[in-house]
């Protein structure tokens, strides 16, 4: 390889790019420096000469093309890419030209032995090169200062590998030293924009270049605002912006105009030392800059809103939730010069204001939200940010009155479970029917419905229907001609509060598990039909259509559907149905007539009563209707069972033809033997069992042989404990109670 041609390539890119053969012409050329201006080989010897081209700005052109010309190629040679070669004894001068411009060298050619050439005016190396050198670099390649500023070069020499053959002290120079000049010992120093040249030269051939680039000063401070307690040590840096943010080094003298506040020292490092304010100076390279330093009081307490340890800050994507960090002294009085800094660990999650305080979401994560303060730990809060949409959970709230019950606000995400809203507020619009506490405890003062208003941190809003209901609920006629749905409420100053009354008979209400809606079976379409309302009675729609009879309903533990009672041509099935309406089912069939519906308390199991065996006895089958099962066998009819919370059913025994009267028992789970929890000598009619089965309802009266005589029915409470008093229920004297239901 020729060494000439990998000297050429290892020095600047911008030799590099003179030397490529085949370079594409430049344009604006204003200027040619060639280096070294003599050159002295012997006969047979060769070496490059290094070109430089600049605009009338004095710009460097890295490409320009140029062409070099011996006068005498007898004597010296020269090849397109500068290199010289000594042919015979004698002087020849070589110019290189481009675009009109052009600079000369004179070389002189000696024979071996021959007399020495003039002495070179450049500076002269010193020290052999390092064994083995071939070439020369230097480090930095280039360099880019403000006018004033210094840096420091070095020169190594290179082996023809391109491995390092050790230091050399190089000659020195400058091809434009009005606009930087370098030293004996490297140190160059920019003099005025522009751009230049420095040229380093080492015996036995080696030479290098590197690009110099003096630019107007674009300096700052940073910060350019320092604020701090006292003794706490902060650092100021001096950055050339328009060089991508480059930090001075050297250069500058800095002061601190009132040193009783503070001192500084001669890197930036700054120390804080009383109350009060004054501004950090930097001079040198012919500017001058400040940044202002604010020394307050040192802050005893960091007030966090919310505070960190109470779980993650939550926000939906769009929506801003605020967070607060504030320094205060110890009687808790704001210090609002120190301002915590603010770290966002990730912010393709979220955006955060320090201004402001408020915390955006952008899309679904988890990230932190870090506010740093001198003196105190960094407080740290996980951020989570959520899609989906806001719901109130329950979706809708019902309470007996005088019992309580927590709403909460969740997000609605269907890529994850539910998650709790934390700093919801709540709001009752009728607080005299149920009050809500802002941590969401509803309580339920007397029957009627309200709305609950739910509010987020970060302005989100949530809804909910709430029910409060009384303690029970039947179906009167002392509203003539039909029968009409009240509730009863201990609190009330009438006995009855009406919930659906109309011309319409409806009777056999039940409320739904969590007492927001009732089923009742109603004549309002012309047969009777199962229907849903709300608690309120309000919002009645039909449930069932049909020429038969549909009543006796029963929900489902979940509240999703309900088991009744339909007839058609006078045989009674077990039907099920969604609470929407939707997917009827029949769950039995046979001769003899199926009624009297019950759900056990776990969902699974079905009791009710059939007469498919001839008389009327009590039946279990699963909830889909299958694995039907007897659970009696006796003489009398056996009716109307109830589930206990524990599993045991209670159920009514009709002794008509024998003894007469009614009885309702109770019989446990696992053994067939009973107990009487009502003895009564008339007929029971109706009856209910409490929900937590500590209480039993039941209407006992004769019931009419024709409509020439009014039936005659009473409505008793008694605890469901065997030998309790029942109670009566005041009621009108004509009026006459039906289907009770807890």
Same mark, same amino acid.
């Given at each position: 390889?020729?060494?000439?041609?990998?000297?050429?390539?290892?020095?600047?890119?911008? =030799?590099?790019?003179?030397?490529?053969?085949?370079?594409?012409?430049?344009?604006?050329?204003?200027?040619?420096?060639?280096?070294?201006?003599?050159? &002295?080989?012997?006969?047979?010897?060769?070496?490059?000469?290094?070109?430089?081209?600049?605009?009338?700005?004095? @710009?460097?052109?890295?490409?320009?093309?140029?062409?070099?010309?011996?006068?005498?190629?007898?004597?010296?040679?020269v090849g397109a890419d500068g290199t010289v070669v000594g042919l015979s004894a004698g002087l020849a001068k070589i110019e290189a030209r481009a675009q009109g411009h052009r600079a000369a060298v004179a070389v002189s050619v000696t024979q071996s032995g021959g007399a020495a050439p003039p002495r070179d005016p450049a500076p002269t190396p010193s020290g052999p090169p390092p064994t083995g050198a071939s070439a020369l670099t230097l480090d930095p390649p280039g360099l880019v200062l403000l006018a004033g500023e210094s840096a420091p070069l070095s020169a190594t020499a290179l082996r023809s590998d391109g491995t390092p053959a050790g230091a050399v002290t190089p000659a020195w120079r400058s091809l434009r030293p009005a606009v930087a000049t370098i030293s004996a010992d490297g140190v160059v120093t920019g003099v005025a924009p522009g751009e230049a040249v420095i040229q380093a030269s080492a015996r036995g051939g080696l030479?290098? &270049?590197?690009?110099?680039?003096?630019?107007?000063?674009? =300096?700052?401070?940073?910060?350019?605002?320092?604020?701090?307690?006292?003794? =706490?040590?902060?650092?100021?840096?001096?950055?050339?912006?328009?060089?991508?943010?480059?930090?001075?080094? *050297?250069?500058?003298?800095?002061?601190?105009?009132?040193?009783?506040?503070?001192?500084?020292?001669?890197?930036?490092?700054?120390?804080?030392?009383?109350?009060?304010?004054?501004?950090?100076?930097?001079? *040198?390279?012919? /500017?001058?800059?400040?940044?202002?330093?604010?020394?307050?009081?040192?802050?005893?307490? $960091?007030?966090?809103?919310?505070?960190?340890?109470? !779980?993650?800050?939550?926000?939906?994507?769009?929506?801003?939730?605020?967070?607060?960090?504030?320094?205060?002294?110890?009687?808790?009085?704001?210090?609002?010069?120190?301002?915590?800094?603010?770290?966002?660990?990730? &912010?393709?999650?979220? +955006?955060?204001?320090?201004?402001?305080?408020?915390?955006?979401?952008?899309?679904?994560?988890?990230?932190?939200?870090?506010?740093?303060?001198?003196?105190?730990?960094?407080?740290?809060?996980?951020?989570?940010?959520?899609?989906?949409?806001?719901?109130?959970?329950?979706?809708?709230?019902?309470?007996?009155?005088?019992?309580?019950?927590?709403?909460?606000?969740?997000? +609605?995400?269907?890529?994850?479970?539910?998650?709790?809203?934390?700093?919801?507020?709540?709001?009752?619009?009728?607080?005299?029917?149920? #009050?809500?506490?802002?941590?969401?405890?509803?309580?339920?003062?007397?029957?009627?419905?309200?709305?609950?208003?739910?509010?987020?941190?970060? !302005? !989100?809003? #949530?809804?909910?229907?709430?029910?409060?209901?009384?303690?029970?609920?039947?179906?009167?006629?002392? /509203?003539?001609?039909?029968?009409?749905?009240?509730?009863?409420?201990?609190? +009330?100053?009438?006995?009855?509060?009406?919930?659906?009354?109309?011309?319409? &008979? @409806?009777?056999?209400?039940?409320?739904?598990?969590?007492?927001?809606?009732?089923?009742?079976?109603?004549?309002?379409?012309?047969?009777?039909?199962?229907?849903?309302?709300?608690?309120?009675?309000?919002?009645?729609?039909?449930?069932?259509?049909?020429?038969?009879?549909?009543?006796?309903?029963?929900?489902?533990?979940?509240?999703?559907?309900?088991?009744?009672?339909?007839?058609?041509?006078?045989?009674?099935?077990?039907?099920?149905?969604?609470?929407?309406?939707?997917?009827?089912?029949?769950?039995?069939?046979?001769? *003899?007539? @199926?009624?009297?519906?019950?759900?056990?308390?776990?969902?699974?199991?079905?009791?009710?009563?059939?007469?498919?065996?001839?008389? $009327?006895?009590?039946?279990?089958?699963?909830?889909?209707?299958? @694995?039907?099962?007897?659970?009696?066998?006796?003489? =009398?009819?056996?009716?109307?069972?109830?589930?206990?919370?524990?599993?045991?059913?209670?159920?009514?025994?009709?002794?008509?033809?024998?003894? *007469?009267?009614?009885?309702?028992?109770?019989?446990?789970? +696992?053994?067939?033997?009973?107990?009487?929890?009502?003895?009564?000598?008339?007929?029971?009619?109706?009856?209910?069992?409490?929900?937590? !089965?500590?209480?039993?309802?039941?209407?006992?009266?004769?019931?009419?042989?024709?409509?020439?005589?009014?039936?005659?029915?009473?409505?008793?409470?008694?605890?469901?404990?065997?030998? #309790?008093?029942?109670?009566? /229920?005041?009621?009108?004297?004509?009026?006459?109670?039906?289907?009770?239901? $807890?």
């Open positions: 390889m020729n060494l000439n041609w990998l000297r050429c390539l290892i020095i600047a890119p911008i =030799v590099a790019a003179i030397c490529a053969p085949g370079a594409a012409r430049a344009q604006g050329v204003a200027e040619v420096q060639v280096t070294p201006e003599t050159l &002295t080989l012997a006969v047979g010897a060769k070496q490059t000469l290094f070109v430089a081209a600049f605009d009338k700005q004095g @710009n460097l052109l890295p490409t320009a093309q140029v062409d070099f010309v011996s006068s005498d190629s007898s004597v010296a040679r030479a290098a &270049t590197a690009p110099v680039t003096v630019t107007a000063g674009d =300096v700052a401070l940073e910060p350019d605002t320092v604020v701090g307690p006292p003794l =706490v040590l902060d650092t100021i840096r001096a950055v050339v912006r328009s060089q991508g943010g480059r930090e001075l080094r *050297g250069g500058l003298a800095w002061s601190v105009a009132d040193t009783l506040v503070a001192r500084v020292g001669p890197t930036g490092i700054v120390q804080t030392l009383a109350l009060g304010e004054t501004d950090v100076i930097a001079t *040198g390279l012919g /500017m001058e800059r400040r940044t202002h330093l604010v020394v307050y009081r040192r802050p005893e307490i $960091f007030h966090l809103v919310p505070r960190t340890s109470a !779980g993650p800050v939550q926000v939906p994507v769009g929506g801003a939730v605020k967070i607060l960090a504030r320094a205060e002294a110890a009687d808790s009085t704001a210090i609002p010069e120190a301002r915590p800094r603010w770290e966002l660990a990730d &912010t393709t999650l979220a +955006a955060f204001d320090p201004a402001s305080g408020m915390l955006t979401g952008r899309r679904p994560g988890t990230t932190s939200l870090t506010a740093r303060l001198a003196g105190f730990d960094p407080a740290v809060w996980v951020v989570q940010v959520l899609s989906g949409d806001l719901t109130a959970v329950p979706s809708r709230l019902g309470l007996a009155a005088g019992t309580r019950a927590t709403v909460q606000v969740r997000f +609605a995400d269907s890529a994850a479970a539910p998650t709790p809203v934390a700093g919801v507020s709540w709001a009752s619009d009728r607080p005299d029917l149920i #009050a809500v506490d802002p941590d969401g405890v509803a309580t339920g003062m007397m029957p009627g419905r309200a709305a609950l208003h739910a509010r987020t941190p970060w !302005g !989100g809003a #949530a809804s909910l229907d709430a029910f409060v209901t009384g303690d029970m609920l039947l179906s009167s006629n002392r /509203m003539r001609p039909g029968f009409g749905i009240y509730q009863t409420w201990s609190g +009330a100053g009438d006995s009855l509060l009406r919930v659906l009354v109309d011309t319409a &008979t @409806n009777i056999l209400a039940a409320w739904s598990p969590d007492r927001t809606r009732i089923a009742f079976s109603s004549n309002r379409a012309g047969t009777f039909d199962l229907y849903l309302m709300d608690a309120d009675g309000r919002n009645v729609r039909a449930l069932t259509q049909g020429a038969g009879v549909d009543g006796q309903p029963a929900w489902t533990p979940d509240g999703a559907r309900i088991i009744f009672a339909a007839t058609q041509g006078g045989a009674g099935e077990i039907h099920s149905i969604a609470a929407d309406g939707s997917d009827e089912r029949q769950l039995t069939s046979g001769a *003899g007539g @199926n009624r009297d519906p019950a759900v056990s308390p776990d969902g699974r199991t079905i009791a009710f009563a059939s007469a498919r065996d001839g008389n $009327f006895e009590l039946y279990l089958m699963d909830a889909d209707g299958a @694995n039907v099962r007897r659970l009696t066998t006796t003489p =009398v009819r056996e009716a109307a069972p109830r589930f206990f919370p524990n599993g045991d059913l209670a159920y009514l025994v009709d002794r008509a033809g024998r003894s *007469g009267g009614s009885s309702i028992l109770r019989r446990t789970s +696992a053994d067939p033997a009973t107990v009487a929890l009502v003895e009564s000598p008339a007929t029971i009619v109706s009856y209910a069992l409490a929900r937590d !089965g500590s209480r039993l309802a039941y209407v006992a009266g004769r019931i009419a042989a024709d409509s020439r005589s009014p039936s005659e029915f009473t409505l008793y409470l008694q605890p469901a404990v065997p030998g #309790a008093t029942p109670a009566r /229920m005041p009621l009108g004297a004509a009026e006459q109670p039906v289907s009770p239901a $807890f």
